[in-house]
């Protein structure tokens, strides 16, 4: 069983930066895909941001230009990195890891955007 960890939340301004880091407790390397969800207050929980295991990504449409999906697998680390950040970015990101048809889930990391 892979623990997921997720940091780097926080406040932001509009039009800021934030790098959201995902560390695993194993090795990710053999990890079909490594993902970044997030669930928006009263909303369900979407997929953002995806890189399989050959580095192919894959990024939401209300995201795409703004994020960047990354994986580190000596560190076993995946990173979220955000820029031009809007208002509608905030919510909880969920790290996520699938192989093989079983999923894991981190805790989660609060992000909000506002002036």
């Known amino acids: 069983q892979v623990q997921l960890v997720e940091s780097g939340g926080g406040l932001v301004q509009p039009g800021g930066s934030l790098r959201l880091s995902c560390a695993a407790s194993g090795s990710i390397v053999s990890m079909d895909f490594m993902d970044w969800y997030r669930q928006g207050p009263g909303k369900q929980r979407d997929l953002v941001a995806s890189?399989?295991?050959?580095?192919?990504?894959n990024y939401a449409d209300p995201v795409k230009g703004r994020f960047t999906i990354s994986r580190d697998n000596a560190k076993n680390t995946v990173y979220l990195q955000m820029r031009y950040l809007k208002p509608e970015d905030t919510a909880v990101y969920y790290c996520h890891a699938e192989n093989g048809g079983l999923g894991y889930w981190g805790q989660g990391t609060q992000v909000t955007v506002s002036s």
């Open positions: 890189v399989d295991r050959h580095g192919i990504t």
